[in-house]
């Protein structure tokens, strides 16, 4: 009995002890956090941390230390990366680079005029030209299509050129955060030492694969929802090189287009269901026997020439995330860490260009970013600003991509050749689907318009010459297809409001003010 007394308070001592021990601990160590910050600031130290220098890190940095913020930038690495993505930069995209005065990154990138599509489906080929007088787009309404890794280091070139921001090679590993408000990163510099960088704003931009976002948000909803297979045939120059040859083919879309001159991006897509191993040559025969006889024939050469000559293939998943706002202070997440949509409409880098835009145009007001109930309440209105341009470009790219997959399904066949149909009949429905895919015109109330149209005529297709109860019931399951795939995507976007017109006056207003320089 007296030994189990002696064992008990024994216990109880260690316990009591260690929870003391801890207690104290912590404190030291978020007063000692504290003091670093303050002692930081006193130093010249950072105003904001940017996790990764990609696309978003390196073209933010710019536009902050432009408005005479000091920027910390840490990059994993700073070597030019090989990528295939990010590599047709919209005329919408270019609008928002000449905002930020980063226009001539896209210069000596040996970077390719793009004028719009070449659409082809079953033998049949179309273009879609981007609207050349389209009068609320004041720029000009060309794309340019490159190498990716060339555009992310000229970027990071203009943004390192000015001194107020540093890069630093390093990993980010995790955030600092006290009270539920991140106050910098802990990160494993080019010696490999762990380190830490304060800063009163933090900023993760570190890409589609981020690990850092899931420790801002319980909800991380990044859905694979495919996978694009590509590489490059080099040496040689398409017929049309101003064009983005897309194919409807199956079983689904195929996209060829030149990125300099004189290399062409192949690239197709395949669903995760019927992946093909690359390792034991199932892809090539894959690419032989189903992709390259539906390339029409006039880019068949140029596609089989990197089959042929044994070009990397490289496979990235195609996915979607919607937007979520962390409940953390003192930290934004942006660019694919913080929102995702179907690759198809090539569009990332424009919603995050619009993204960095209205973000600097909403900080410039506070004189220092350290009041971190300040912060909050413009990444809150940041949120809903951006909405006209990231609902409109996320909605179509994922209904986009749902369509252009190949079925035996009848009302499915009806509603891709209706899009086929649509979008290269010419007039106004090409140039309003055009304006749209080429961030022209980011107005959600329009892409509801036109993709109601592309039902309704898919519709009319379906039901003529005359309606029979069979073409009524596959008329009856494409409306019900076009429903599951708006619907869905709308309130995922959340813009129910903004399609009220009054509302959506006021989005598009707001959308516009902060956008304007
Ligand atoms: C197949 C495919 C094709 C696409 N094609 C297009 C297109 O044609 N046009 C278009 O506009 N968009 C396209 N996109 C989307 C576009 O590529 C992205 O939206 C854009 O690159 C996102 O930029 P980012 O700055 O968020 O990320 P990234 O440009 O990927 O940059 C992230 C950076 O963070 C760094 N990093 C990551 N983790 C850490 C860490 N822990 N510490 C330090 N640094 C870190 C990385 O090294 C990298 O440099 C495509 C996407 C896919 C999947």
Redesign the pocket.
């Known amino acids: 009995m007296a030994f189990t007394h002696v064992c008990l308070w024994t216990l109880v001592a260690f316990v009591l002890t260690w929870t003391v021990f801890y207690l104290t601990n912590m404190k030291k160590k978020a007063t000692d956090l504290a003091d670093t910050v303050a002692e930081d600031q006193k130093d010249g130290a950072a105003d904001v941390i940017i996790?990764?220098?990609?696309?978003?890190?390196s073209a933010l940095a710019y536009a902050l230390a432009k408005d005479g913020r000091r920027v910390h930038v840490?990059?994993?690495?700073m070597r030019e990366?090989e990528r295939?993505?990010?590599?047709?930069?919209?005329p919408g995209?270019r609008l928002m680079l000449s905002k930020l005065g980063l226009q001539d990154c896209l210069e000596d990138i040996d970077a390719q005029k793009a004028t719009g599509l070449a659409v082809y489906k079953d033998g049949k080929e179309a273009d879609a030209p981007f609207p050349v007088d389209n009068n609320n787009f004041s720029y000009e309404p060309s794309a340019r299509s490159f190498h990716n890794g060339r555009f992310?280091q000229q970027l990071r070139r203009k943004a390192f050129s000015l001194s107020n921001v540093r890069l630093e090679e390093?990993?980010?590993k995790s955030l600092l955060e006290e009270k539920g408000v991140v106050k910098g990163v802990t990160?494993k510099n080019k010696e490999g030492e762990e380190t830490t960088a304060l800063a009163p704003l933090t900023v993760v931009?570190?890409?589609?694969y981020?690990?850092?976002r899931r420790s801002l948000n319980d909800d991380n909803n990044a859905e694979i929802m495919s996978y694009?297979v590509g590489y490059i045939s080099k040496n040689c120059r398409l017929e049309e090189p101003e064009k983005l040859h897309l194919i409807l083919s199956k079983p689904s879309f195929t996209m060829v287009y030149q990125i300099s001159s004189t290399d062409v991006r192949c690239g197709f897509e395949v669903l995760p269901e019927n992946f093909p191993s690359i390792a034991n040559g199932e892809m090539s025969t894959f690419m032989k026997n189903t992709i390259v006889p539906q390339v029409p024939p006039k880019l068949r050469k140029i596609f089989l020439k990197g089959i042929d000559e044994g070009a990397h293939i490289k496979v990235?998943?195609?996915?979607r995330m919607t937007s979520t706002l962390s409940k953390k202070k003192g930290v934004i997440v942006?660019?694919?860490?913080f929102n995702m949509r179907h690759?198809v409409v090539?569009?990332?880098?424009?919603v995050?260009l619009s993204d960095i835009l209205i973000l600097r145009r909403l900080l410039q007001p506070l004189s220092n970013l350290g009041d971190a109930n300040k912060v909050s309440e413009v990444i809150n209105s940041f949120y809903d600003i951006r909405k006209p341009m990231s609902a409109t470009v996320n909605t179509l790219g994922n209904a986009f991509s749902q369509v252009l997959i190949g079925s035996t399904d009848e009302a499915k066949e009806a509603m891709r050749q209706g899009v086929y149909d649509y979008l290269c009949s010419g007039g106004f429905r090409t140039s309003g689907m055009m304006a749209l895919l080429g961030g022209m015109n980011p107005r959600p109330l329009s892409l509801v318009y036109h993709l109601c149209a592309i039902t309704l005529s898919s519709i009319g297709q379906l039901l003529s010459p005359f309606p029979s109860p069979l073409r009524i019931w596959h008329s009856l399951k494409l409306f019900g297809l076009a429903m599951k795939m708006l619907v869905p995507n709308l309130k995922a976007e959340g813009v129910s409001q903004m399609l009220f017109p009054a509302n959506a006056a006021a989005y598009h207003k707001s959308y516009m003010a902060a956008t304007t320089l």
């Open positions: 996790v990764g220098a990609g696309v978003g890190g840490i990059e994993r690495d990366p295939m993505m990010g590599e047709f930069m919209q995209g992310v390093g990993t980010v990160y931009c570190d890409g589609c981020s690990n850092l694009i990235v998943p195609a996915k942006l660019g694919d860490a690759p090539a569009s990332g880098m424009m995050l």
